[in-house]
């Protein structure tokens, strides 16, 4: 078969199932339209990272300047502390984060009494839907000099402790607000993946005689471990990236040695010093490194295990 005739078959393929499933390619398109005008529009300004760019001018005018800003990033004086910041804070969050929302699920899959069971999940799902504005609040009303974590500790004897103007507090306590806030919500697929493993397996293990630890140790965690390869190869692609949002609420010149991260360097110097090619050349740093991590990830699952992304 020549190309041609190949080529011709395919697209008769196309159209065919095109007129036969046309109702589920028309609620497609706003999903299709929303990607290609908000995330692959926008990659037409990427070409300002290597420029600099001058809103006079606009894009095409503004000089060219090849990798000056890149240059300028990796050579400047705060490079490796947003770094090692960005990397610490997503590594922490890996560590007691990710792992947290998979034991959450594991010890309500093992909670017998229903109306127990429904009420731990609501309480913890609730903080998921606080806003990060209020939860940063919330923190300065517990964590401040005159707080209630100081009044408890001081009626102990102990030196109230400023916890959100020192710097060794900071990333504890961001990713244990974190983990607060998510555990409950991120366990919600761990459950759906628990709810789909085969009951005759537990039946047979019964049988065999495995505990309920057994049971979980053999049974649930083997069957809900593609699910957990999945969200940690994205999890990986995250390593560079955290949100500005809270940090900012959050964070004080008195802690940048620990709390300053690549998000809120763009921030400082994008919105408020408005170096829009040094910050583009930031961002798609950033981009990069991510997209090398979770293809780096996905690529060592694939070799290691049959569980990977794509």
């Known amino acids: 078969m020549s190309r041609s005739t190949g080529n011709w078959a395919a697209l008769q393929t196309i159209r065919a199932d095109l007129r036969r499933h046309w109702a589920v390619y028309v609620m497609a ?35 060219w300047v090849g990798f000056k800003h890149f240059v300028s990033f990796f050579n400047g004086i705060y490079f490796w502390r947003l770094i090692k910041n960005t990397i610490l804070i997503n590594v922490y969050e890996l560590l007691f984060g990710f792992p947290a929302a998979i034991v959450l699920a594991l010890l309500l899959n093992e909670v017998r009494n229903g109306v127990f ?61 974190g983990v607060w806030q998510g ?40 069957g809900i471990m593609p699910t957990i390869v999945i969200l940690f190869i994205l999890q990986m692609g995250n390593m560079l990236s955290v949100g500005s949002e809270k940090v900012l609420l959050l964070y004080n010149p008195l802690t940048y040695s620990t709390a300053d991260v690549i998000s809120t360097y763009v921030y400082r110097k994008g919105v408020l010093e408005a170096s829009y090619s040094f910050t583009a050349a930031v961002g798609l740093f950033n981009s990069v490194v991510s997209f090398i991590l979770i293809v780096s990830a996905n690529s060592i699952s694939k070799r290691l295990s049959e569980n990977k992304l794509w």
């Open 29 to 63: 398109l706003p999903v299709i339209a929303y990607y290609v005008i908000f995330h692959y529009g926008p990659m037409y300004g990427l070409q300002i990272a290597f420029k600099d760019f001058q809103p006079a001018k606009g894009i095409w005018g503004s000089p």
């Open 117 to 177: 069971k429904r009420v731990v999940q609501t309480v913890s799902y609730l903080p998921h839907f606080i806003s990060i504005v209020v939860v940063a609040g919330m923190m300065f009303d517990f964590l401040g000099r005159t707080g209630l974590i100081n009044q408890i500790i001081g009626a102990f004897g102990i030196e109230p402790i400023d916890f959100l103007k020192e710097a060794g507090w900071f990333r504890f306590l961001y990713v244990s607000s």
């Open 183 to 222: 555990v409950g919500w991120g366990s919600i697929i761990y459950l759906a993946a628990i709810a789909t493993i085969d009951p005759t397996l537990y039946e047979a293990a019964r049988m065999d005689g495995a505990s309920r630890w057994k049971q979980t140790l053999h049974v649930t965690i083997p």
